[in-house]
């Protein structure tokens, strides 16, 4: 996949192709106190994010790094205390909206084809506590599992938002022509949206829940999201359960894609018909949703929820340990420093959110925040991200010394 930014900056030499607007279409308001905080922004971290081939040894081919966050959540992690926070009539006036705006009533996407905003994802705090709890509430797993899957959730169906307009950009530069700001209006239903795309959006959600992988797969989990969530939505939305499967999903972004085309100034002209369309959705990378920021709307303060800690790494490479951390991995034992490699290759590799290290966050200190990182069943090292970006191995030992229970 290409970088959008250098995307972007060829666009301007398209005429008509990226404009100026204040407000993104379809936005739901937020309020002026919420405080947005991008949770992954591979623009601001620059091009050079670690690749997966770093991981030389046989230790299988590593799992595909995926966006799970850390979260920590007030009410000291106490989901039932959640609940009752947002209040009955915030979740019945949630609910409702659901019904009339479909998904992207929890959550959006802003397109890059528009000037002056910040593009990306927007996932606000308060509807991952409403999915979490009135859609997987029932579900086998604990709080923390329900709201990674609310998460995700929101997070696939947008992210087809954003294949959607690398689509219709990958047209404009082979075409030369405006299709996004031209195409997109005409295409809308009196709803205000463009059913087929939600109809995918719907799909990709539920295919991500469907194929989770380790430890976000929750019996269940798909099915209530099915009848709780996509079944109660609009037209469009509601039939992404017809194109889950892989075949029927591409034809329909196929489908999709011939209708943006058709809408691009001088239509006749381009000779379209034998394109092969799929491709420029981007979506045969894996790692495509890399190239896609996501914004946490912290709007706890106006649900009533106390504040949440969210937070991302793609990945974690420890710049420093200190003489304690040193001192103490050699005296743990020969064995130890091993696991300390091993665990430093994942944590650049793979990622902090490989779900063996059990990265999590311990503790904030003034000068950043301590994480924590499982070498094995006994072993645990805390590292700290400090206010520079440096990663420090602060301290390393048995768990019940590390304080941990
Ligand atoms: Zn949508």
Redesign the pocket.
């Known amino acids: 996949m290409k970088s959008i930014n250098h995307i972007r900056k060829e666009l301007e030499d398209i005429s008509g192709a990226i404009i100026d607007i204040d407000i993104p279409p379809n936005e739901v308001p937020t309020g002026a106190e919420d405080e947005v905080v991008s949770l992954w922004n591979k623009e601001m971290l620059g091009e050079n994010t670690n690749d997966l081939s770093q991981v030389t040894e046989k230790e299988q081919s590593p799992p595909d790094r995926i966006l799970d966050p850390i979260f920590e959540y007030g009410a000291e992690n106490n989901p039932d205390q959640l609940v009752k926070n947002l209040g009955k009539d915030e979740t019945e006036k949630i609910r409702k909206s659901i019904e009339v705006k479909?998904?992207?009533a929890l959550a959006?996407?802003v397109s890059y084809h528009y000037r002056g905003l910040q593009w990306g994802i927007y996932i606000p705090i308060s509807s991952l506590v409403f999915l979490a709890y009135n859609v997987f509430g029932s579900l086998p797993c604990n709080g923390l599992t329900k709201i990674k899957l609310a998460f995700r959730a929101l997070h696939q169906?947008?992210l087809?938002?954003f294949s959607t307009d690398y689509m219709t950009s990958q047209i404009e530069l082979i075409t030369r022509k405006p299709c996004h700001v031209i195409s997109r209006p005409k295409l809308k239903n009196n709803g205000g949206?463009i059913a087929w795309?939600?109809q995918l959006?719907?799909a990709a959600m539920l295919q991500s829940i469907l194929y989770a992988p380790g430890t976000l797969k929750v019996p269940n989990a798909y099915k209530q999201l099915l009848v709780a969530i996509v079944k109660q939505q609009p037209a469009g939305?509601r039939d992404g359960p017809k194109v889950v499967k892989t075949k029927p999903f591409i034809k329909l972004a196929e489908k999709l894609a011939q209708d943006f085309i058709a809408y691009i100034p001088d239509y006749e002209l381009i000779h379209a018909d034998n394109w092969e369309l799929w491709p420029l959705y981007g979506r045969y990378e894996r790692l495509h949703w890399e190239n896609c920021p996501v914004h946490i709307i912290h709007d706890e303060k106006r649900f009533g929820i106390a504040p949440w800690f969210v937070d991302y790494f793609g990945s974690v490479a420890i710049n420093q340990e200190t003489d304690e951390f040193k001192k103490r991995l050699l005296e743990l034992g020969k064995h130890v420093p091993k696991l300390w490699k091993k665990a430093c290759r994942f944590l650049a590799s793979v990622g902090p959110s490989y779900p063996g290290l059990g990265f999590e966050k311990w503790r904030s200190r003034p000068d950043g925040t301590v994480y924590s990182v499982r070498l094995n069943d006994d072993i645990r090292v805390h590292v700290l991200y400090d206010k520079s970006s440096m990663w420090t191995a602060l301290k390393v030992g048995h768990h019940k010394e590390m304080g941990h229970g």
């Open positions: 479909g998904i992207d959006w996407y169906h947008e087809f938002h949206y795309e939600e959006a719907n939305y």
